[in-house]
């Protein structure tokens, strides 16, 4: 079984150009596209994903033309990368589960595309179906991002799933958009891992212009994103070691990337897993004794705050890191959401400081705020090692 494990993994990663860990015994690639919206359309539809050059073919005038390619896209890559020293991540849990799920994504989202400095890459974790029509009917995410869903295809009948949007203004990508970007969007995939819960990681490599020794002949750089929410409750035995493990291996076969989401860290054990793998905590590298609590902060929950969410490293350097805390809606006072009135109780939240309660009006008596999620997001930019 091991090495027919091994076989599928080979041909995959030669198939697809895209470099996976060896033993894939128990986790299954299952590749998708990307999406961008099109507007003649007026529909999601699929791009093609940029693919690195591959070096080994034996044909002397596919080798020269190879090379005079490179030569040229290395000149390219060298003037993106001096516009191009980081990167800016957030992930968020959006809670699949609490009331008015459009009311609340709309203010997450305003949140988060409205921060400065701009976000380029954005991991949504237990996005539901009533959240993924708002997301991808969002004016603003139709016209400056890349989606890595255009429906619910690809979640396999789960209530909820994991959600990656990338910025068209730093990211191009194989059909010539965002020629002038500095990175371009590569494969994409989600890998089934052992999961109590049926989850996965959803993964994507980009290819980023650099002129450091871990750039290719071609000046880009292969990163790894894994937008992740772990297996949740501290139920043993726990699949979370198998599935961090996991990533530290598609990370590691890779040479550098990030993985970022809810780590659900809910076991006394689990509290080492990252160091285990060896992967670098950007919280911690840069915090140090700040808990930075991310869950639980409200005191109304019945287990002490903790910090669920994380974003992890390998070969990349953490530049900053911040949380950004979710502020409350009055669903029913409110009205309709839209992204106006979801940027001005956003703005309010955040003039707030202290996750008051926003709203267009006062709440009626006996209602109920609810909080855009239990979790907070976390911001992270990062960069190449030797950036």
Request: proline share 6%; glycine share 6%; charged share 20%.
């Amino acid at each position: 079984m091991a090495f027919v494990c091994y076989l599928r993994s080979e041909f995959l990663s030669w198939s697809r150009n895209t470099p996976l860990p060896e033993n894939l015994e128990n986790s299954s690639p299952i590749f998708q596209p990307w999406h961008h919206f099109d507007v003649s359309h007026e529909s999601w539809t699929s791009i093609h994903a940029a693919e690195p050059y591959n070096h080994t073919s034996t044909n002397a005038g596919q080798r020269e033309e190879a090379e005079s390619r490179d030569n040229s896209a290395a000149e390219a890559a060298a003037a993106a990368a001096a516009n191009c020293p980081s990167f800016s991540l957030v992930t968020w849990n959006v809670d699949s589960a609490s009331a008015a799920p459009v009311e609340r994504i709309a203010a997450v989202l305003c949140t988060i595309t409205a921060s400065t400095p701009p976000v380029d890459v954005i991991f949504l974790q237990e996005v539901s179906r009533d959240a993924l029509r708002h997301i991808l009917g969002d004016a603003h995410i139709r016209r400056f991002w890349y989606s890595s869903e255009c429906d619910d295809t690809q979640w396999q009948g789960q209530l909820f799933a994991t959600m990656t949007l990338l910025s068209k203004r730093r990211f191009g990508h194989g059909d010539g958009a965002g020629h002038a970007a500095c990175a371009t969007l590569g494969p994409l995939w989600r890998l089934k891992y052992p999961s109590r819960f049926g989850r996965d990681a959803l993964c994507s490599d980009v290819f980023v212009a650099s002129t450091t020794g871990q750039s290719s002949v071609s000046g880009q750089a292969r990163v790894r994103l894994i937008n992740v929410h772990l297996d949740s409750l501290p139920i043993k035995p726990s699949k979370r070691p198998q599935q961090i493990a996991t990533v530290a291996s598609l990370l590691r076969s890779a040479g550098r990337g990030v993985a970022a989401g809810d780590f659900n860290p809910v076991l006394p054990e689990d509290g080492t897993l990252v160091a285990d793998n060896h992967l670098v905590d950007a919280w911690l590298h840069l915090m140090d004794k700040d808990p930075g609590f991310t869950w639980g902060i409200d005191e109304l929950a019945a287990f002490p705050p903790c910090r669920l969410d994380k974003v992890v490293l390998l070969g990349l350097r953490p530049h900053s890191i911040e949380l950004m805390h979710p502020g409350k809606i009055h669903p029913r006072s409110e009205g309709p959401r839209t992204r106006d009135t979801a940027a001005a109780a956003a703005a309010a939240a955040a003039a707030a400081g202290d996750g008051l309660t926003v709203g267009e009006g006062k709440a009626q008596a006996g209602e109920q705020a609810v909080p855009w999620s239990d979790h907070s997001g976390i911001k992270c930019s990062f960069g190449l090692v030797d950036d």
